[in-house]
């Protein structure tokens, strides 16, 4: 984990509240994912970035915005948060330089009742 | 859907035996890693195999893979209570950039 930090690591919050996750890196690694964890459905990527002001989606993007106005962090915004998006949520890094490995956060749990 | 596909989806074995999990995939890849993630962490990254190799190690680590059929093994030689996760193989088939992970293994080593 380290060189990677996500904020919060738990939250609780009501459907229908707007969220924002942060994750902060220091390793100055080019590109940065948001993944979420279900049982049943192993990892899959939410959103990425490969650089400042530059996202894509991935597999399970509806629901969900990322902004990166900085190199080091990554936000993930549920609009409007549903019951389905109780997951947990993990950042991960990884650069060119490094085989596109990726480094992993130590995960937000949110849970939306 | 997942690309990766493990197997056994639990395994269960004495310290001191060997594990070995298996991953498939479907389409072509230019590499294949595999992540271990304990209980309540995020994953760490294990180890990386490049299409044109066929086996790797890394300590008490053994990664083959197969392009033929697709697939590829991940065993732990010698196993311990501390290799108790679970194990995940990814594939980069959209970009090396985008990894797709399968669903995992989740490994107990009985003491």
């Known amino acids: 984990d380290a060189g990677i930090t996500q904020s919060p690591r738990h939250k609780v919050t009501e459907t229908g509240t707007p969220v924002t996750l942060r994750c902060h890196q220091t390793?100055?690694?080019?590109?940065m994912y948001w993944y979420r964890q279900d049982p049943g459905h192993g990892l899959r990527l939410i959103h990425y970035s490969y650089g400042v002001k530059d996202t894509d989606k991935g597999e399970v993007s509806d629901g969900y915005s990322v902004s990166r106005s900085k190199t080091e962090d990554f936000l993930l915004t549920l609009e409007s948060a549903t019951s389905s998006q109780t997951s947990v949520y993990f950042c991960?890094?990884?650069?060119?330089?490094?085989?596109?490995?990726?480094?992993f956060g130590p995960g937000t749990r949110l849970t939306v009742t | 859907s997942q690309q990766g596909e493990e197997d056994p989806q639990a395994l269960s074995i004495q310290e001191g035996e060997n594990a070995t999990m298996n991953c498939s995939y479907k389409?072509?890849?230019?590499?294949l890693q595999w992540y271990r993630q304990n209980s309540g962490r995020g994953l760490v990254h294990l180890i990386l195999i490049r299409s044109n190799e066929r086996e790797k190690h890394s300590g008490r680590l053994r990664v083959t893979l197969d392009t033929s059929k697709k697939s590829s093994s991940l065993l732990i030689t010698a196993s311990r209570a501390a290799d108790t996760a679970s194990y995940f193989c990814a594939t980069d088939y959209q970009g090396a950039q985008k990894l797709v992970f399968g669903q995992g293994t989740r490994l107990t080593i009985n003491p």
């Open positions: 390793e100055n690694h080019r590109y």
């Open positions: 991960a890094i990884s650069d060119p330089g490094s085989s596109y490995e990726q480094y």
């Open positions: 389409t072509s890849i230019n590499n």
